[in-house]
């Protein structure tokens, strides 16, 4: 079965510290790899996907990036953090009618 | 502009009768649609989903109806339970592999 792991669970920041987010799949091969960001009070939002290893799209503007150095795993990074990044951010996987969250990480940016 | 809509921030039912939660859409190009349920401090986890080539979906508690005319689906829960008690949220997505995730709805369920 597939799993998905993100790490770490919580993190706390200060404004202009450099981020790295994790996220590995197991039990699947080429996954579609997604980076949502859950705000205080506001739904998931997309912030980037990824079709296969290299391949990045980013949804909006913002000091965040991603990387995808391998087929399962996928990175959320910052150079310099905002308090605006503080948040629940959480990787996903999907198949054709079907997307699977890990278990997030709470961001706060201190 | 927010093409995936849950009007509803919260919704409270009490235990044993029906929890209905609803959702609307603007994207004519959605084609399936899914629900979702979160606890705190917890990833999203999958519910239910219906295709658009269908009108219901059912499993177990949960039955999902979809109005494409209406550009309206809704998620029953039947008969809600405490366990129940979550944020819900409507998803729809396209050919492009992407969701687009409504607000949510925050269910609470009284014993």
């Known amino acids: 079965s597939q799993t998905i792991h993100q790490w770490p669970a919580t993190l706390v920041q200060p404004v202009g510290s450099p981020l790295s987010l994790e996220c590995t799949v197991e039990?699947?091969?080429?996954?579609?790899l997604y980076w949502y960001r859950q705000a205080a009070g506001r739904g998931l939002q997309l912030l980037f996907y990824s079709v296969g290893i290299g391949q990045i799209s980013s949804e909006v503007p913002q000091n965040l990036s991603a990387s995808r150095p391998q087929d399962r795993q996928f990175i959320l990074s910052s150079k310099k953090l905002l308090l605006s990044d503080s948040g629940f951010y959480l990787c996903?996987?999907?198949?054709?009618?079907?997307?699977?969250f890990g278990p997030g990480t709470r961001l706060t940016v201190t | 502009d927010q093409q995936v809509k849950q009007n509803s921030p919260s919704l409270s039912v009490q235990e044993g009768r029906i929890s209905i939660l609803n959702c609307d859409y603007t994207n004519s190009m959605f084609d399936y649609f899914l629900w979702y349920k979160k606890y705190p401090a917890e990833g999203p986890t999958f519910l239910i989903s219906?295709?658009?080539?269908?009108d219901k979906n059912e499993d177990g508690r949960f039955t999902v109806f979809l109005n494409k005319s209406a550009k309206h689906l809704s998620l029953h829960i039947v008969p809600s339970q405490p366990g129940d008690s979550a944020v819900y949220f409507c998803?729809?997505?396209?050919?492009?592999?992407?969701?687009?995730f409504g607000k949510g709805t925050l269910l609470t369920v009284n014993p």
């Open positions: 039990g699947t091969s080429n996954p579609n």
């Open positions: 219906i295709s658009s080539i269908k």
């Open positions: 998803a729809a997505g396209g050919s492009n592999y992407k969701l687009t």
């Open positions: 996903a996987w999907s198949v054709r009618t079907g997307m699977y």
